[in-house]
């Protein structure tokens, strides 16, 4: 089992920055690939990034590529997406989610995240 918990969230004007943080719990942490999704209101929840248990592999939607980055510290259980260049398009409600494997291709694809977070808004005005 393994819990997830977001923060880092907030109010930030267009052109800004956040750094969304995602804490995990539970000793097999580092065995699992890591993704980001989000969820503006009336719509589907959308895959952002993902990286590999390792952390040597990436992925991003093509939404966030050069803008978005994700990484891992394994020694601390916790995975970090630093958002820059924001835009109000970008606002959601982010989630954090644990995959039950290391890496695939289909990293996009939510049923294969087993564990996810409660979510930290982001709103981006304009």
């Known amino acids: 089992q393994v819990q997830l918990v977001e923060s880092g969230g907030g109010l930030v004007q267009a052109g800004g920055s956040l750094r969304l943080s995602c804490a995990g719990s539970g000793r097999t942490f580092s065995l699992y690939g890591m993704g980001w999704f989000r969820q503006a209101p009336g719509k589907e929840r959308d895959f952002v990034t993902a990286i590999s248990a390792s952390g040597a592999s990436t992925r991003y939607a093509d939404s966030v590529k050069g803008r978005f980055t994700i990484s891992r510290d394994n020694a601390k259980n916790t995975v970090h997406l630093q958002m820059n260049t924001l835009k109000p398009e970008d606002t959601a409600v982010y989630y954090c989610?644990?995959?039950?494997?290391?890496?695939?291709?289909?990293?996009?694809?939510?049923?294969?995240?087993?564990?996810w977070g409660q979510g930290t808004q982001v709103t981006v005005s304009s």
């Open positions: 989610a644990a995959m039950n494997l290391a890496w695939t291709i289909n990293v996009g694809d939510r049923r294969i995240y087993y564990y």
